[in-house]
T-cell receptor, first 111, second 113 residues
Framework: QKEVEQDPGPLSVPEGAIVSLNCTYSNSAFQYFMWYRQYSRKGPELLMYTYSSGNKEDGRFTAQVDKSSKYISLFIRDSQPSDSATYLCAIASGGSYIPTFGRGTSLIVHP | KAGVTQTPRYLIKTRGQQVTLSCSPISGHRSVSWYQQTPGQGLQFLFEYFSETQRNKGNFPGRFSGRQFSNSRSEMNVSTLELGDSALYLC????????????FGQGTRLTVV
């Protein structure tokens, strides 16, 4: 079992939909949780960063962490075609702080 | 504020050759991490440098090495290239710990033929 599991998709939704992206992890030592967005032929871009259970909101994006279930989510409200990209979750422990990345979920938002 | 700059953007090498990739972090950032991204394995951590010292290392063979200079610029070297080394190599910089607001460069696409 990989340390971080993420469904590769693709996930195809109509413009304006609420998108839910998820990751599960196996190591309870993980304390830091991040979501990155990667457009084709570009490097990943940090979207959200949190180190606690609960919700964190930033504009149309909400990150949710459930440490008891080892489950993290990213919600995108009012999705736009420009949101079409690969979304990577990344999780790190307090020891090395080196993030372990999920494989990424490909999101397609069609007009 | 200039972003993370990686050079070159594209590279084609032959098996057995060696290659050096360069990364210039954001000004003031002292942590530089290197990752390999492939369709099969995703993003995998290679190593991290902080103030010219390797602070963390991933599970890659010794053919992969790196260094960091006093101005925080970093290079990674791959010797005796194999076909499986074909990948996008990404560099990320942050001010301190590698998981704290890391900024990625656009990567170097290496193709080994």
């Amino acid at each position: 079992q990989k340390e971080v599991e993420q469904d590769p998709g693709p996930l195809s939704v109509p413009e304006g939909a609420i998108v839910s992206l998820n990751c599960t992890y196996s190591n309870s030592a993980f304390q830091y949780f991040m979501w990155y967005r990667q457009y084709s032929r570009k490097g990943p871009e940090l979207l959200m960063y949190t180190y606690s259970s609960g919700n964190k909101e930033d504009g149309r994006f909400t990150a949710q962490v459930d440490k008891s279930s080892k489950y993290i989510s990213l919600f995108i409200r009012d999705s736009q075609p420009s949101d079409s990209a690969t979304y990577l979750c990344a999780i790190a422990s307090g020891g090395s702080y080196i993030p372990t990345f999920g494989r990424g979920t490909s999101l397609i938002v069609h007009p | 504020k200039a972003g993370v700059t990686q050079t070159p953007r594209y590279l084609i090498k032959t098996r057995g050759q060696q290659v050096t990739l360069s990364c210039s972090p954001i000004s003031g950032h002292r942590s530089v991490s290197w990752y390999q991204q492939t369709p099969g394995q995703g993003l995998q951590f290679l190593f991290e440098y902080f103030s010219e010292t390797q602070r963390n290392k991933g599970n890659f063979p010794g053919r992969f090495s790196g260094r960091q200079f006093s101005n925080s610029r970093s290079e990674m070297n791959v010797s005796t290239l194999e076909l499986g080394d074909s990948a996008l190599y990404l560099c990320a910089s942050s001010s301190d710990r590698p998981n704290t607001e890391a900024f990625f460069g656009q990567g170097t696409r290496l193709t080994v033929v």
